[in-house]
T-cell receptor, first 113, second 110 residues
Framework: KAGVTQTPRYLIKTRGQQVTLSCSPI?????VSWYQQTPGQGLQFLFE???????NKGNFPGRFSGRQFSNSRSEMNVSTLELGDSALYLC????????????FGPGTRLTVL | DQQVKQNSPSLSVQEGRISILNCDYT??????FLWYKKYPAEGPTFLIS?????DKNEDGRFTVFLNKSAKHLSLHIVPSQPGDSAVYFC?????????FGTGTSLTVIP
């Protein structure tokens, strides 16, 4: 069974631009969560989608948004990029939402110049 | 507001010895705890979990201990192997939201 895939793996943008990251979960998984990882901050929860609905949202500004499609694939969008948005963005999928293990993709490394 | 904390950013252990990684949390409503391992350029990989109704869970060389009164979680790896060298994250969940610690980098010295 294929794992979680994320595209692109690396991205360089400039301040003020917007970016869209993509995540394809493991086949059959309906929950997709997004995390931001920065040095010293660990993994910060962005949001979770389950069956195309946002179930939960972390403490991030409205510039960060996402969506999930009917095939469970998910996209994350960041508008008006700031230097502080440079981070590794990880996507994780699970069969259901809640108290189950999540399977992570390799991440997208975003650099904002 | 960091609800899950790993106060040791790094740990070095001799091969064959025990590795003990620690994690503290502040929210008594957390009901599920997990440990993940992360190698460079890869996403975290699930290692072991424990429900808040238990105080110990074991899986091969890995054992997780939960002390609810102290709000403390630990991962024991016995015996430690060089392939265990990685960054370890603890996580806690309440409902469908997970909170992660900042990670501890474990180095197992051959």
């Amino acid at each position: 069974k294929a794992g979680v895939t994320q595209t692109p793996r690396y991205l360089i943008k400039t301040r003020g631009q917007q970016v869209t990251l993509s995540c394809s979960p493991i086949s059959g998984h309906r929950s997709v969560s997004w995390y931001q990882q920065t040095p010293g901050q660990g993994l910060q929860f962005l949001f979770e989608y389950f069956s195309e609905t946002q179930r939960n949202k972390g403490n991030f500004p409205g510039r960060f948004s996402g969506r999930q499609f009917s095939n469970s694939r998910s996209e994350m969008n960041v508008s008006t990029l700031e230097l502080g948005d440079s981070a590794l963005y990880l996507c994780a999928s699970s069969l259901v939402s809640g108290r189950v293990e999540q399977f992570f993709g390799p991440g997208t490394r975003l650099t904002v110049l | 507001d960091q609800q899950v904390k790993q106060n040791s950013p790094s740990l070095s252990v001799q091969e064959g010895r025990i590795s003990i990684l620690n994690c503290d949390y502040t929210n008594s409503m957390f009901d599920y705890f997990l440990w993940y391992k992360k190698y460079p350029a890869e996403g975290p990989t699930f290692l072991i979990s424990i429900s808040s109704i238990k105080d110990k869970n074991e899986d091969g060389r890995f054992t997780v201990f939960l002390n609810k009164s102290a709000k403390h979680l630990s991962l024991h790896i016995v015996p430690s192997q060089p392939g265990d060298s990685a960054v370890y994250f603890c996580a806690a969940s309440r409902g469908n939201q997970f909170y992660f610690g900042t990670g501890t980098s474990l180095t197992v010295i051959p």
